[in-house]
């Protein structure tokens, strides 16, 4: 059964960090393009992020360009977020995804292209 489950939210001071973790069980990450989108309060979902499955190509949003990183280790079969500089803008929930191919197609930031999602983990930055 495939699943991606996050964990690491929480609450933090403008200007602090945070490690967000995304555990896959079910298939293995370096087989699929994966990544994280958000969802502030009142917006739509967004990509943020989307790594290829061989992990050698990166993509970002503009917002979070150098201040969001995303990594993995393919041993422990996790993915995970490191946010920096965070702002009260940043709060939002996050959620792991998993798309259904093995590089980010060009629509990667469009919900409707992840194919599983995680419960999501809360992050809110106050000012």
């Known amino acids: 059964q495939v699943q991606v489950v996050e964990s690491g939210g929480g609450s933090l001071q403008a200007g602090g960090s945070l490690r967000l973790s995304c555990t896959a069980s079910?298939?293995?990450?370096?087989?699929?393009?994966t990544g994280w989108f958000l969802q502030a309060p009142g917006n739509d979902r967004e990509g943020i992020t989307c790594?290829?499955?061989?992990?050698?190509?990166?993509n970002y949003a503009d917002s979070v360009k150098g201040r969001l990183t995303i990594t993995r280790d393919n041993g422990k079969n996790t993915m995970y977020l490191q946010m920096n500089s965070l702002k009260p803008e940043d709060t939002a929930m996050y959620y792991c995804?998993?798309?259904?191919?093995?590089?980010?197609?060009?629509?990667?930031?469009?919900?409707?292209?992840?194919?599983?999602w995680g419960q999501g983990t809360q992050v809110t930055v106050s000012s």
């Open positions: 790594i290829h499955g061989n992990g050698d190509t990166i």
């Open positions: 995804v998993l798309y259904r191919t093995v590089y980010c197609s060009d629509v990667w930031r469009q919900t409707a292209y992840a194919a599983y």
């Open positions: 079910g298939f293995r990450l370096m087989d699929y393009s």
